[in-house]
């Protein structure tokens, strides 16, 4: 399949599922829009990526897999002769009934795809052992501060120095703290205007839907006692 028509096979994929849903979802009728990325925003991952030329992306969360379509409409899109996709949902298989990853195989993305049914704090740190390393990653798991906070410890490892990490529902304190620490003591870059348009807003808050890092070109490990506080408050 030319690069072409593989990219054309996974935008009529992406237009399928925004206009008529999942072929399934969960109980809740509203589930698979109060889930999943908006379109805008995962329009806009795909054009920061293939801006950025990346060709090895991890991505943390599956579940219908409308971010993971835009990633690896991405990879494909980028001129790379072995793009590599690792994901890691491990409910995929049970609470998700294969979904997202039955949509990414239409796609012909599992060309491309790994998927690994465990939790990221087992699997990172098996990838870090393994050497494997990204160009970018993008988080959409647990949104619990310890597991975000896990996440991006593991990350910060894996994702090259002057990476991406791209991090969804930050408008979430729970998230917003965990990222912070990174923020304020790893020297990590917030990329202000990094996705087009800004990406969507929480009309409540104000707050934005993702957010955009960059790791340093030169990781360093801080002093003990040069610790900065980083907690959030509202």
């Given at each position: ?83 590599v996709h690792v994901i890691i949902d491990p409910f ?91 923020e304020t003591n790893l020297g990590c870059q917030v ?44």
């Amino acid at each position: 399949m030319s690069r072409e028509h593989h990219r054309d096979r996974i935008a009529a994929v992406r237009r399928q599922l925004a206009q008529d849903g999942p072929p399934w979802t969960r109980e809740d009728a509203d589930d698979f829009t109060k889930v999943t990325v908006p379109e805008e925003d995962c329009d806009a991952i795909r054009d920061l990526l293939i801006g950025e030329g990346v060709t090895r992306v991890i991505e943390v969360g599956l579940a219908y897999g409308r971010s993971a379509l835009a990633i690896g409409e991405a990879l494909v899109s980028v001129s790379a002769e072995e793009p590599v996709h690792v994901i890691i949902d491990p409910f995929q298989a049970t609470a998700w009934a294969n979904v997202g990853w039955n949509l990414l195989t239409s796609a012909g993305l599992d060309t491309i795809a790994r998927l690994i049914l465990q939790p990221s704090s087992l699997a990172l740190p098996r990838l870090l052992a393994e050497g494997f390393t990204a160009d970018a990653a993008f988080v959409d798991g647990s949104h619990r501060y310890h597991e975000v906070f896990v996440d991006l410890y593991f990350l910060r490892k894996i994702v090259r120095p002057g990476g991406l990490i791209i991090m969804d529902d930050y408008r979430w304190p729970s998230v917003q703290t965990a990222a912070r620490y990174y923020e304020t003591n790893l020297g990590c870059q917030v990329v202000e205007g990094a996705l087009a348009g800004g990406g969507t807003v929480n009309p409540a808050t104000g707050h934005p839907r993702m957010r955009v890092l960059r790791l340093p070109d030169h990781p360093f490990e801080p002093a003990f006692d040069e610790f900065k506080p980083f907690w959030f408050s509202q």
